[in-house]
């Protein structure tokens, strides 16, 4: 009665390694350094302030650090977004803007709760390979124009930034070699007093946080159908984006991240972010794989992280951040794009194996994302070109073979492959219907009925055969093309 309860085993306070929270934090820390001239950009783009794109970039990252489903994927403004709302901006003004974020976020929000996550299965991998040759060009594209036109001591810079990432590994991995080459080329710029472009001359850092409110537009029917269109693209890009990139990170980390997460942690960011007067953002391919592949990043702490540091560095260190030269941050782009890149999908010998259609869907999507710098359209582009492919390979795998009995009083066509809507359509040719016996058995044992188009084609056979006074029996259906059969034969013509 008295007895004394089996003691437990003391719980252990779950903790970071303190490898793992150095590593985090100065990965985090390249990322933030490399965050803040490409939100000045995007918010050109744009046609915002500097300012919108840095608070954008802020939010996001911070929070998709806490709501999001891939950890150690950096969301940010992004080039693509810019590119969706920058007509609205142009035409309508900031406010008009800021309510597209919050409803775009809105809208993926539905979109995940929806399971559009799902629809990722249909993406083949010739359009993903497609998909991160792409992001490679574009990255290393967005570089060139700090490389022309610029002081000669630029390219200098940009090559010992380069030999100084590529080399300082060898030495030791303690410290990021991006974070090195930043710091070491800033000492050197400003040491020898060369006049080269820097991150303040990209814009004007904020100097306070932002301030959540409402968006300044009046709260109208006709506000919301201006902005609806909008905002439904700015959802539908973010998400592909965003996905994509996850996916991606999935694969360089041999993880599984929660996709319907991601993308409600998505609409979560861009509504806090709308709130906070951002421009809203996604998934950032070349500051991920700075994190994941550079940094070595693995948790969410990396994310937080970089949107934490990018606020102190341009509020408590904008001054000295201000004087980092491009070239350095270039030459980190510029490394990221040679090593995103999968070489081995343009190595002679994986042409050779590789079929045809699987090489032309992948140069088709990295030509379409390169030529409209949009990377939604070249995977929406590439999975299109992939689906008429494989629908061209498979319509040819249906076979029809004709066996007369020797007493001549019954033919059975045996049918074999996969019948759709593509490789159906010739179906009604393969029988000959004058000179067949009164009975004809169509044997489908090693045939599968995907669609109402091949239910309508048997369904012509048989007519035909009716026609002339000629009897038809299907045998040999699975249970799934049995069913369709059943429910779709003789109702979809009006001749029955």
């Not at 650090?65 to 950096?74: L, N």
């Not at 940094?295 to 000295?320: D, E, H, K, N, Q």
Request: with cysteine; charged share 15%.
């Amino acid at each position: 009665m008295g007895g004394r309860r089996p003691s437990r085993p003391p719980r252990r306070a779950s903790r970071v390694h303190p490898r793992v929270l150095r590593t985090e934090l100065l990965s985090g820390l390249v990322v933030a350094l490399a965050l803040i001239p490409e939100a000045i950009s995007f918010s050109v783009i744009a046609g915002v302030d500097p300012r919108i794109g840095l608070f954008a970039s802020f939010t996001m990252a911070v929070t998709i650090a806490v709501v999001g489903g891939r950890p150690a994927m950096i969301s940010a403004a992004t080039g693509a977004i810019a590119l969706v709302v920058a007509p609205l901006a142009r035409e309508h003004g900031l406010g008009y803007l800021i309510a597209t974020v919050i409803l775009g976020g809105l809208f993926q929000v539905v979109l995940g709760a929806l399971g559009v996550a799902r629809l990722m299965r249909f993406v083949p991998r010739s359009v993903m390979v497609g998909f991160v040759n792409a992001l490679a060009v574009l990255i290393f594209m967005a570089q060139v124009p700090e490389l022309v036109d610029v002081p000669w001591a630029v390219y200098p810079l940009v090559a010992a930034g380069l030999v100084l990432m590529v080399l300082f590994p060898r030495i030791t991995r303690v410290v990021p070699a991006p974070l090195v080459s930043i710091a070491i080329l800033t000492a050197v710029t400003l040491g020898a007093g060369l006049a080269v472009p820097t991150v303040g001359d990209k814009g004007s850092l904020p100097s306070s946080l932002p301030v959540p409110g409402l968006p300044d537009v009046p709260f109208t029917l006709g506000t919301l159908t201006l902005i609806a269109p909008y905002a439904l693209a700015f959802a539908l890009v973010g998400l592909m984006e965003s996905l994509m990139t996850a996916k991606l990170v999935d694969d360089i980390t041999d993880t599984r991240s929660g996709k319907t997460r991601e993308s409600i942690g998505q609409g979560i960011a861009n509504i806090v972010t709308g709130l906070f007067g951002g421009m809203g953002g996604c998934a950032m391919i070349g500051q991920t794989m700075i994190n994941v592949k550079n940094g070595g990043a693995r948790t969410r702490l990396s994310t937080f992280a970089a949107g934490v540091f990018l606020m102190v560095l341009c509020i408590a260190f904008g001054p000295w951040v201000s004087k980092i030269p491009m070239a350095a941050l270039v030459a980190v782009m510029v490394l990221v794009s040679f090593g995103t890149f999968d070489w081995h999908s343009i190595a002679p010998a994986t042409l050779r194996r590789m079929p045809y259609g699987e090489t032309v869907v992948m140069v088709t999507t990295v030509a379409v994302v390169v030529a409209t710098h949009n990377l939604a359209i070249g995977v929406v582009v590439g999975s299109i070109a992939a689906m008429v492919i494989f629908a061209r390979r498979v319509a040819h795998l249906a076979n029809v073979t004709a066996c007369l009995d020797p007493d001549g009083k019954q033919v059975v066509y045996a049918v074999t492959g996969e019948l759709f809507f593509a490789s159906s359509n010739d179906l009604v040719y393969q029988f000959d219907y004058s000179g067949d016996p009164g009975d004809v058995v169509i044997d489908l044992t090693d045939a599968h009925i995907w669609d109402a188009s091949s239910v309508a084609a048997l369904d012509a056979v048989e007519n035909k055969y009716a026609a002339r006074g000629k009897k038809v029996t299907v045998v040999g259906l699975n249970k799934p093309s049995a069913e369709l059969h059943k429910t779709l034969a003789g109702q979809l013509t009006g001749g029955h």
